[in-house]
């Protein structure tokens, strides 16, 4: 065993199930471990490294900022804040935004807000909204948000948990419509499930849920912190049905690959129900996180990457089918987001992970024996069929023995 892994399992705590594998450098879609050997990044560690590793631009303003001011809190103003929520707000076409770090954090903030316009503007009776959220949901892992949670293991020896959530179906907008009473005040859904195991709903599902939600004067709130940022091929992935969502909340790739960034976004009449002192973060906001989420936002842009995601995702998806193994079950997803869902009787999604990573390319498992294929958003053609070629291998290695 290297002594890197034997020092980590000695000190942390166990509740990762890491590959017995040692990352020391990354650049692009590509990570090197301690012996020299490089791989192909298909995660990008949960679309947090959407822009690729070390991407220069985000090394460069994280490196120049951190040079001049890091850290001082919202007791003061900085500059790079205001351009930065500007940019934001410009690309989602919110209204506002309220900086945080993770994005648990932007969730939790979201929730905050829901309640407190349901109670100043729609008017329910103090202490009685509720919030509606999808069942196989991930929004995080804070006791309000496992709260809400349908997965088991999330839950398990964690409560009790507070009240006023309520879960529907995923992909079903009838049972929406029907969860909905004068006391709710959102529903909060992911637009694309991931940690559910790369969950489509059916088309028209969430241009539904927006028409039920203005009807009944209910929010409706993108959890789009996997899905956000050019993943599934469009900036939101709300926009795949020409949504626009009440509110957003945005993470993991906003940092850059770099630190934690996360924001809570929403229009008008929601960003506003917050005065000073309602809620805060002393590292939400600071300078060397609004300088990075800036130019990552930037990297997007000028880059075309949703484009880049669109096209090469296509492309991907027809290879993924063109391997026609009867070991795999169902291949789902949009843009660079994709989950490949293995037979559970005949080969088990970790085991493929392991088969992958001694052919050098990385991924992870997910529910509904599913692994990603969510690379970098800066991957070649090249690379993604490497990475193709050796699913092919692990799979044909299978059917022979």
Known sequence: MSNTIALERKWCANNYHPLPIVLVKGLGAEVWDEDGRRYIDMMGCYSAVSFGHSHPRIVKALTEQAGRLAVVSRAYHTRPLGRFLERACRMTGMDGALPMNTGAEAVETALKA?????????????????????????????????????????????????????????????????????????????????????????PGYLARCRDI??????????????????????????????????????????????LPVSLFLARRDVIDVFRPGDHGSTFGGNPLAAAVGFEALGVLEDERLSQRAADLGTWLMERLHSLASPLIQDIRGRGLFIGIEFDPARIGANDVCLGLAARGVLTKDTHRNTIRFAPPLVISRDQLAEAVEALRLVLDERMAA
């Open 114 to 202: 829901a309640r407190k316009w349901a109670y100043t503007v729609k008017k329910v009776p103090p202490g009685q909204a509720r919030v509606i959220s999808a069942a196989g949901n991930f929004h995080g892992r804070t006791i309000a948000i496992v709260g809400m949670s349908t997965v088991g293991q999330y839950r398990d020896g964690f409560g009790p948990y507070p009240g006023g959530f309520v879960s529907v179906p995923f992909g079903d907008a009838d049972a929406l419509e029907r969860a909905i009473t004068p006391d709710t005040a959102a529903f909060l859904v992911e637009p694309i499930q991931g940690e559910g195991g790369i969950i489509v709903p059916p």
């Open 213 to 258: 939600c203005t009807a009944r004067n209910v929010l409706l709130i993108a959890d789009e912190v996997q899905t956000g940022l050019g993943r599934t091929g469009r900036v939101l992935a709300c926009e795949h049905d020409g949504v626009r969502p009440d509110a957003v909340t945005l993470g993991k790739a906003l940092g850059g690959g770099m």
